[in-house]
């Protein structure tokens, strides 16, 4: 019987490697943070060395980036620029790129801004997004005051949804975006209120006599 030799290990085209790396890094710093991350947890995590990974990334803080900008070009997929605003589409888009990489839509919106060497950059992405909210929010609010809060709230409503909606298991998927958009417009709602009754409601009103 003639010994076969073992197959040689297959390469991967670099552009899927990085993908690869990408994948795993994404994970990895979503469950672990930054700080606690290690290239060596994310070469582990990838399956390959950290010789490989090195081969891709010269450091922590540049992969830590180029997980975000892979985050980011997926949003820009699936959210146009928002030139109404705010719109069913933005909130459509944001829950096609969670369902797409849920540690990717946390680490973006979550993670990143608690991390110092990233945090003026998502602060800049997210006053972005406030502006397009304004744009949309301040054409039905008459108060722009109001229609500044209510602005800087939505995206933030709107993101949080999405992220408990992940937590949950991503219950009713089909009803999931509408389910966003009237917790947004709950918002909207609020800032258009006049003086109407905005208690929550008391469980011992509905309770009959004992």
């Given at each position: 019987?003639?010994?076969?030799?073992?197959?040689?290990?297959?390469?991967?085209?670099?552009?899927?490697?990085?993908?690869q790396i990408?994948?795993?890094?994404t994970?990895a710093?979503?469950?672990?943070?930054?700080a606690?991350?290690?290239?060596?947890d994310?070469?582990?995590?990838?399956?390959?060395?950290?010789?490989?990974?090195?081969?891709?990334?010269?450091?922590?803080?540049?992969?830590?980036?180029a997980?975000?900008?892979?985050?980011?070009?997926?949003?820009?997929?699936?959210?146009?620029?928002?030139?109404?605003?705010?719109?069913?589409a933005?909130?459509?888009?944001?829950?096609?790129?969670?369902?797409?990489?849920p540690?990717?839509?946390?680490?973006?919106?979550?993670?990143?801004?608690?991390?110092?060497?990233?945090k003026?950059?998502?602060?800049?992405?997210?006053?972005?997004?406030?502006?397009?909210?304004?744009?949309?929010i301040?054409a039905?609010?008459?108060?722009?005051?109001?229609?500044?809060?209510?602005?800087?709230?939505?995206?933030?409503?709107?993101?949080?949804?999405?992220i408990?909606?992940?937590?949950a298991?991503?219950?009713?998927?089909?009803q999931?975006?509408?389910?966003?958009?009237?917790?947004?417009?709950?918002?909207?709602?609020?800032?258009?209120?006049?003086?109407?009754?905005?208690s929550?409601?008391?469980?011992?009103?509905?309770?009959?006599?004992?």
């Amino acid at each position: 019987m003639v010994d076969q030799k073992p197959e040689p290990v297959r390469r991967l085209p670099r552009a899927q490697r990085r993908e690869q790396i990408l994948t795993a890094a994404t994970e990895a710093f979503a469950r672990s943070g930054f700080a606690a991350t290690s290239l060596e947890d994310i070469a582990t995590e990838a399956g390959i060395t950290r010789v490989i990974l090195y081969r891709h990334f010269d450091s922590k803080t540049d992969l830590y980036q180029a997980v975000l900008d892979r985050m980011c070009a997926r949003l820009d997929a699936h959210v146009d620029e928002p030139v109404g605003g705010f719109t069913d589409a933005s909130i459509d888009g944001l829950l096609d790129a969670a369902i797409e990489s849920p540690a990717g839509f946390r680490l973006l919106f979550q993670h990143a801004l608690r991390e110092p060497e990233f945090k003026e950059r998502i602060e800049k992405f997210r006053a972005d997004i406030t502006a397009a909210a304004y744009l949309q929010i301040s054409a039905v609010v008459p108060d722009q005051a109001l229609a500044r809060w209510a602005a800087q709230l939505a995206p933030v409503v709107a993101i949080e949804a999405i992220i408990a909606w992940l937590d949950a298991g991503q219950p009713d998927p089909a009803q999931a975006a509408a389910r966003v958009r009237q917790a947004v417009m709950g918002v909207i709602g609020a800032a258009v209120a006049s003086d109407t009754d905005c208690s929550l409601p008391n469980p011992a009103r509905r309770q009959g006599p004992s």
